[in-house]
């Protein structure tokens, strides 16, 4: 037998709103897996994004699932981890939705290391709106905003997220896929902020403007650029130019927030 | 037994009236001069296994709070006019998604960082058009703080009843005054808990209207699953473009706000029968107005108040009729001319409409007031 | 040589982005009008590279 991803898809959804080639439905089935994996309950799990093309994925998902407003989806996952810390919370969305828009939300609840799995599909561009430069697109790239090439500096997402206070951080791309299962599993079992970042492709709103001739251009690209963090212990600078770290980047054991408020009710109630 | 009373300033009986409500989640963003109700609610909500969190901007106040009530928690929020502000696009998705909450709004003056520690009337319109596409509003206007306890329980009853977001609206001056308030037993008060789904959890649609213009809510975490958009969506909370469904949906939310006029209007009428002049007000400046009505009537002056407490909807019925009975309405209030352009679209040209407006930081006294009556009479 | 797996292909979802064929180690299928379709079925091992990166759930491999 196959492994059956239908299990966890709401009947009827698919095929999926995702371009041909769009690397993020081959993040939603390591999610799926990673679901399996850890073997969360449906109703007791959560899957929260913002808007954008990686935003529409917990739409597809039989679970509880919240489709909010743009880069808002760490504060209203927030919210219902606080008031259901029982609960799993997933949250998944794009780079523009999460670091830009949503910035302040996601270095925010990395800071406080609720207990949540958010999974950013990073594909350089918004998609969704046509392929205007985000956050991650690289400087000297080309988005319809930025057609004489992006002035523009990027985020590292996940040195973004270390520094911010997340206490897992992981990167894969969509090329690795069964790294992607593989993190996010580890992200969910881990208690405190787990943010797995996935490197993905935009054929259609990125990869034609910046001279990829097809989405196996692409998603090559992703194959090559990608150094797993032991390796990268062993090579120069100069071996390194160019590329992404990607595994386990971050990992540290630290008071989750909800069981530091959980702590808050005792004394409140003692007092 | 008598009643415990205390003398609470407008915005701790803010907090103890959303905890008499049910009130177990509140998500906030300090903001002057709102932060007291965040302060109580840190203190008490722990003590009753509560969540408090203090957000890091406005908008991810309102967003925890729509999280919030989702697993089924009776959320609040409090701010004044820029967290209003900012909160603007959030609130429209709880209205879409009809999400039950309560948002305080303890108005100072404005635009933008405008005067902080001073008094402002200056959103009343804004909570009935502050965000982008149609949608129903419930805006409440208590004016002592006793009825900031009793509209913040009212609030909480309305969101969960009509499954949309309720704004409470007072302005600093009723906010930070403190007066003696007797607290209601348990059970004195109503309280309403939304309704939750009779069907087989494979049957439930969240925004099915087969059984009335409010479909029944179920909450995140329980055997009910279903899905969440601030899209345009279906019965089944799935996105749509199909143009019928979007219409019934969009159309249908409204419906529970204009069929259901008369349980959620709410005004107190003060010396209006045989008034010649009414006065409108609401708020701190309906204390001024009641002084003045007192005063004009020992001058044998025919003058009324006209107090909504409910200001959105906006008690429609009633002021056009005290426009057909009246020389004048005036409207005083701390904006330069807001709930007077409501006035003049109701009363129909019926009566002269005559505005008093203030945005300098200070109150309208009643001196202010009586000399516009006696003008007009 | 014979098929370690048989590939189910679910054309209706098939975008046609060609990563499957790409990076089947065995060669195993091939592109048709836009659709996926097993070209060489006795050729598969079985890797699930195909399945695993197919963004459009458009695969499955039974494992024989």
């Known amino acids: 037998m196959a492994y059956d991803y239908e299990k966890h898809i709401r009947a009827g959804k698919l095929p999926h709103i995702w371009c041909p080639g769009c690397g993020h439905g081959i993040a939603m089935k390591g999610l799926i897996r990673a679901l399996d994996t850890c073997g969360l309950e449906k109703n007791n799990t959560a899957i929260v994004s913002g808007i954008g093309c990686a935003s529409r994925l917990p739409g597809y998902m039989d679970y509880n699932t919240l489709h909010t407003a743009h880069g808002r989806a760490a504060a209203f996952a927030t919210g219902v981890k606080m008031s259901k810390p029982e609960m799993n919370v997933i949250v998944v969305g794009g780079d523009g939705d999460g670091t830009a828009i949503g910035g302040n939300h996601f270095i925010h609840a990395c800071r406080r290391n609720i207990d949540m799995t958010y999974v950013i599909l990073n594909n350089y561009i918004y998609g969704m709106t046509g392929g205007q430069f985000s956050p991650c697109t690289p400087t000297g790239h080309k988005a319809s905003t930025t057609v004489y090439g992006n002035p523009d500096p990027i985020f590292d997402i996940s040195k973004l997220a270390i520094g911010a206070g997340a206490t897992f951080v992981a990167r894969t791309t969509a090329f690795h896929a069964t790294q992607i299962d593989k993190l996010i599993a580890e992200g969910i079992k881990h208690k405190g902020m787990a943010i797995i970042e996935v490197l993905d492709d935009c054929p259609t709103t990125y990869g034609r403007r910046n001279k990829f001739r097809s989405v196996v251009d692409m998603m090559k690209r992703l194959k090559e650029i990608a150094v797993p963090v032991a390796a990268a212990s062993k090579m120069t600078a100069e071996q390194l130019e160019g590329k992404v770290l990607t595994g386990v980047l971050y990992k540290e054991d630290k008071p989750e927030y909800t069981e530091q408020y959980a702590q808050v009710i005792e004394r409140a109630k003692g007092a | ?377 | 040589m014979s098929a370690k797996a048989e590939i189910e292909i679910i054309e209706r979802y098939c975008k046609g982005c060609s990563i499957c064929v790409e990076f089947c180690p065995t060669k195993v299928l091939e592109m048709d009008a836009f659709v996926v379709k097993v070209a060489n079925a006795d050729a598969c091992i079985a890797c699930n590279q195909c399945e695993l990166r197919c963004p459009d759930f458009a695969i499955k491999v039974h494992k024989l």
């Open chain 2, 1 to 377: 037994m008598a009643k415990k009373v205390a003398l609470l300033q407008g915005n701790t009986a803010c907090a103890y009236g959303a905890l008499y409500a049910g009130c177990n989640f509140f998500g906030g963003y300090p903001i002057t001069p709102s932060t007291e109700v965040a302060e109580v609610l840190s203190e008490e909500l722990p003590k009753i296994g509560g969540k408090f969190i203090q957000m890091e901007d406005e908008i991810g106040a309102m967003a925890s709070v729509i999280g919030a009530s989702l697993t089924g928690q009776k959320a609040l929020t409090a701010t004044s006019g820029p967290g209003v502000s900012l909160k603007q696009e959030l609130i429209g998705y709880a209205c879409i998604a009809e999400t039950p909450c309560v948002i305080i709004n303890v108005m100072r003056g404005g635009p933008s960082t405008g005067m902080p520690t001073g008094p402002g009337q200056s959103d009343v319109q804004q909570a009935k058009w502050g965000t982008h596409g149609d949608h129903p509003v419930i805006a409440l206007v208590p004016a002592s703080c006793q009825e900031i306890f009793s509209e913040t329980v009212r609030a909480f009853n309305l969101a969960e009843k009509y499954r949309m977001p309720v704004q409470v609206l007072y302005d600093e001056i009723v906010g930070h005054m403190r007066e003696r308030i007797e607290f209601p037993e348990p059970g004195e008060l109503e309280v309403i808990d939304r309704e939750a789904p009779s069907c087989s959890p494979e049957d439930y649609k969240p925004f099915d209207p087969s059984n009335g213009d409010v479909p029944p809510l179920a909450a995140f975490g329980s055997e009910y699953r279903f899905h969440v958009t601030g899209l345009n969506k279906a019965a089944d909370g799935f996105p749509t473009t199909k143009a019928e469904l979007v219409d019934a949906e969009q159309r249908r939310q409204l419906r529970k706000i204009d069929a259901n006029i008369a349980d959620i209007e709410s005004y107190e009428e003060y010396q209006t029968d045989d008034a010649e002049v009414v006065i409108f007000a609401y708020g701190s400046t309906s204390r001024s107005a009641r002084y003045a009505v007192n005063e004009l009537r020992k001058e044998g002056v025919k003058a009324g108040l006209f107090r909504p407490i409910t200001l959105w909807p906006f008690p429609e019925k009633r002021v056009a009729e005290l426009a057909q009975q009246a020389k004048a309405i005036i409207v005083p209030e701390l904006n330069l001319g807001q709930m007077n352009l409501e006035v003049e679209r109701v009363a129909k040209g019926a009566c002269e409409i005559i505005g008093i407006h203030r945005v300098d930081g200070e109150p309208i006294n009643p001196g202010q007031i009586m000399a516009q009556v006696k003008e007009v009479v």
